[in-house]
Every structure is written in C-alpha cells, then in structure tokens.
C-alpha cells in the first residue's frame, strides 16, 4: 500500500495556517482515493522528534567516508540520523507544510534535511558528471505560508528564499515531481477569507492529481 509521510514544520497546531492546509489536503486525498494509502505524520518541532547532528554526528559521517571505524559514540549518532532517512526513504509520497520564518524555512525542517541529506542515502556524486539525487519516483506537495511577504510585494515587506530553497532541495534529491501551493499573506491581506478559499481550492486541486498518482503507485504494488 503507498505511503505518505506528512513532514509539519509548524509549532503552533491548531492556529497554524500551513498546517490546516495539509490537513485539508490529507483529507481531500482520502476523500478521492479512499482506503488506498497510509499517512505517517513527523510533527518536528516535538520534543526527541530529531536527534542532534553536531559534533560526534559530525565525526560518525567523516569516518564513514574516510574509512575509519567509528567508535561507539559515533555509531549511536549515526545510526540514530539513518533512522530519520529511513522513514524518509520509506514512503512514496510527502507533503510538507512549511511557515516562512525570516524569510526563509523553520529551523528544525533545515535540521531535517541536513540529517537525511548524505551522500549515499539521498544523493550521490561523480566527480564528472557531479550530484545526483536518489529518491526519483517520488512525488512531494508543499504548503508554503507566509504572514507579510507574498509575490510581487515591494523588498521592503520581505523576501522568499524559504520556497525556493526548498524547491532546490527536493530537485536536488531527485524529487522532480512537486507541487508548489502558497497562501500568503496571512496577516497583512485585505482579503484573507478570500485567499484562504483560493489557497483551499488549490489544494482540493492538487489534491486529486496527487490521489490519482497514489492509485497508479497502488495498482504497481498489487
């Protein structure tokens, strides 16, 4: 049965717009392709839902890659990081929401992508050719939310280096069939009732494409 993991990069629940929107998004899915696929949720700014890639992460990795045993210590810390590409590399789908922080991504989604992000795992490298992402086949939405900034403001109300860093990095780990749905903005909009149905119905949009590909992946799999 094809698998979606829900990646939520949001700490604030039930008043979170990016989070609402994947919700209607999972239920919109389930609605159009019902019993045909599970959801796994990563809330990640739960507390132990990431271990720390620091120093002696650090360490486990260089060793992997310089061909040096890894002490003990290092083992932990490095099989600990393997578990979270491993529910990564587990599914067949993803959808992500994701709230604009600093005009770019929360940081816990960063200390995401930058455990699961290792060559071998999610990427390699030729020298020649340079990287290329291992996890093709996959399919990703992301949700992206922002208070002030949207497209076409004036610099003085922003910038967006959050969706576009994050379209990078799904491209760059072979993730080539995305979807890309922003509400925004959330605060400063004359209109958010409005926007919000707009982004609503982008997101039923998305919504039965996305289980139209669930059922090609579930007819695959019998």
Do not use: C
């Not at 019993?35 to 839902?49: I, M, Q, R």
């Not at 260089?62 to 932990?76: I, K």
């Amino acid at each position: 049965m094809p698998s979606i993991l829900h990646i939520n990069a949001s700490p604030r629940y039930a008043n979170s717009d990016s989070l609402r929107l994947a919700r209607h998004f999972i239920d919109s899915v389930q609605v159009a392709a019902p019993e045909s696929f599970e959801v796994e949720t990563l809330n990640l700014f739960d507390d132990g839902a990431l271990p720390a890639f620091g120093r002696t992460a650090a360490a486990a990795k260089m060793a992997v890659f310089t061909g040096q045993d890894q002490s003990p210590e290092q083992l932990a810390a490095w099989e600990s990081a393997r578990a979270v590409f491993d529910q990564f590399a587990a599914a067949d789908a993803y959808v992500f929401n994701i709230p604009m922080w600093n005009s770019g991504v929360p940081y816990v989604l960063k200390q995401w992508i930058d455990i699961i992000t290792q060559p071998g795992w999610s990427f390699g490298f030729d020298p020649q050719s340079g990287y290329s992402g291992l996890m093709e086949g996959k399919h990703a939405v992301a949700i992206h939310t922002s208070g002030v900034y949207a497209p076409g403001v004036p610099a003085a109300f922003g910038s967006d280096f959050s969706s576009t860093f994050f379209a990078d990095w799904l491209n760059f780990v072979g993730i080539q069939d995305a979807t890309h749905i922003r509400f925004a903005p959330t605060v400063l909009n004359a209109d958010v009732d409005g926007s919000r149905r707009a982004a609503e119905t982008d997101v039923s949009d998305a919504a039965l494409e996305f289980a139209g590909k669930l059922r090609s992946l579930e007819l695959v799999s019998d």
